[in-house]
T-cell receptor, first 114, second 110 residues
Framework: GAGVSQSPSNKVTEKGKDVELRCDPI?????LYWYRQSLGQGLEFLIY????????KSGLPSDRFSAERTGGSVSTLTIQRTQQEDSAVYLC????????????FGDGTRLSIL | SQQGEEDPQALSIQEGENATMNCSYK?????LQWYRQNSGRGLVHLIL?????REKHSGRLRVTLDTSKKSSSLLITASRAADTASYFC??????????FGKGTRLHILP
């Protein structure tokens, strides 16, 4: 597509539920990144993909967080048993390949855990 | 730990004035980038400066880089209401990971 697309744009769910966030990168971009942005804060790196593989999962906050990417395109970030501290904006970005800048960002998914 | 730290955290200026934001970082870099984020939106890339460059211009934007001080500045000249946004610096760390600072919230007053 023309830009990075994320869905849903907003998600409200109850504590303890699982959520799935989707990112559709720019066509042809092999690198895909997930970040978390808490209110008024900077970006916290979560995970990146080069193709379908995730060489660096060090940013995932806990084992409740997982991500996958299939077909070198769409990625899904899953948060299991959500907690209130998971409330944040989750941003996805893509670039032509890992290490190449700039990154192109989607508008994010605003996640609210009640 | 944060690689880039912006200063100030928030800045309010009158329309037409110049806005200067600073970024400090900790380790050696290959390049430094500045991004803008409008409320409720993703980040938009503004400008990249390489470690062997000292100054770069793009329209009303001027970026400087001082690798000896591990710092960069972003100057927006003749500010406009549309410049109201958060501005982030980003540096490449080891393993090509891009590290973002916490940002400067810029508010342009009419």
């Amino acid at each position: 597509g023309a830009g990075v697309s994320q869905s849903p744009s907003n998600k409200v769910t109850e504590k303890g539920k699982d959520v799935e966030l989707r990112c559709d990168p720019i066509s042809g971009h092999t690198a895909l990144y997930w970040y978390r942005q808490s209110l008024g804060q900077g970006l916290e790196f979560l995970i990146y993909f080069q193709g379908n593989s995730a060489p660096d999962k060090s940013g995932l906050p806990s084992d409740r967080f997982s991500a996958e990417r299939t077909g070198g395109s769409v990625s899904t970030l899953t948060i299991q048993r959500t907690q209130q501290e998971d409330s944040a904006v989750y941003l996805c970005a893509s670039s032509i390949r890992q290490g190449v800048v700039p990154q192109h960002f989607g508008d994010g998914t605003r996640l609210s855990i009640l | 730990s944060q690689q880039g730290e912006e200063d100030p955290q928030a800045l309010s200026i009158q329309e037409g004035e110049n806005a200067t934001m600073n970024c400090s970082y900790k380790t050696s870099i290959n390049n430094l980038q500045w991004y803008r984020q409008n409320s409720g939106r993703g980040l938009v890339h503004l400008i990249l400066i390489r470690s062997n460059e000292r100054e770069k211009h793009s329209g009303r934007l001027r970026v400087t880089l001082d690798t000896s001080k591990k710092s960069s500045s972003l100057l927006i000249t003749a500010s406009r209401a549309a410049d109201t946004a958060s501005y982030f610096c980003a540096t490449d760390a080891r393993d090509d990971k891009i590290i973002f600072g916490k940002g400067t919230r810029l508010h342009i007053l009419p």
